[in-house]
């Protein structure tokens, strides 16, 4: 059973340009977390996304938006970036369930903006 | 409004001693618990969740954590640490009425001295 996967692993761009991220959910599981870990720091929670729909978003700008397809899988997609965007991007699936929350994380897609 | 306070950011032993990684959180209600860990440019791997009932709750690897919700607190304990131990290591808090979003706390670095 494959677990969470991303892609790219690694990802290099310039200030201002637009990049994608995707990721594919562990099986059976329906909703997609993605988050961004700056050097040193705890990963930050930027949204959540269930049967398609933004279903809770953190404190980033409208920069950052995403996609869940039918299949469950995600995008995120940052525009104009800054290099303040650099960090590694995790994404994270769980089932829903009034009886787990548990996330599982894939290995994340580290950005490098220049 | 749910936060993760992690009280030391570098933690250091010698090999085959125990371990004792600090965590308090804040919750407005009955939150879930965990503790991940993220070897280097590795996603995060579950340790441990509470979710209710037990204080003492069992992870994998050797590790437990103790909840002791007097003190608000959610402390990470191994009788003895190995060298594959070291890694950065993640409390984290949700709560189902906040859609089980994650609350990251900044991470203790875990040194193992051979």
């Known amino acids: 059973d494959a677990g969470v996967t991303q892609s790219p692993t690694h990802l290099i761009k310039t200030r201002g340009q637009q990049v994608t991220l995707r990721c594919s959910p562990k099986?059976?599981?329906?909703?997609v977390s993605w988050y961004q870990q700056a050097l040193g720091q705890g990963p930050q929670f930027i949204f959540q996304?269930?049967?398609?729909?933004?279903?809770q978003r953190g404190n980033f700008p409208d920069r950052f938006s995403g996609h869940q397809f039918p299949n469950y899988s995600s995008e995120l997609n940052v525009n104009a970036l800054l290099l303040g965007d650099s960090a590694l991007y995790l994404c994270a699936s769980s089932p829903t369930s009034l009886y787990t929350d548990t996330q599982y994380f894939g290995p994340g897609t580290r950005l490098t903006v220049l | 409004a749910q936060s993760v306070t992690q009280l030391d950011s570098h933690v250091s032993v010698s090999e085959g001693t125990p371990v004792l990684l600090r965590c308090n959180y804040s919750?407005?209600?009955?939150?879930?618990l965990f503790w991940y860990v993220q070897h280097p440019n590795k996603g995060l791997q579950l340790l441990l969740k509470y979710t209710s009932a037990a204080t003492l709750v069992k992870g994998i690897n050797g590790f437990d954590a103790v909840f002791k919700k007097s003190e608000t607190s959610f402390h990470l304990t191994k009788p003895s640490a190995h060298m594959s131990d070291a890694a950065e290591y993640f409390c984290?808090?949700?709560?189902?009425?906040?859609?089980?979003?994650?609350?990251f706390g900044t991470g203790t670095s875990l040194t193992v001295i051979p």
């Open positions: 099986s059976g599981h329906d909703t």
């Open positions: 984290v808090v949700s709560e189902w009425s906040s859609g089980n979003q994650f609350y």
């Open positions: 996304y269930y049967e398609e729909e933004e279903r």
């Open positions: 919750s407005s209600y009955s939150p879930s």
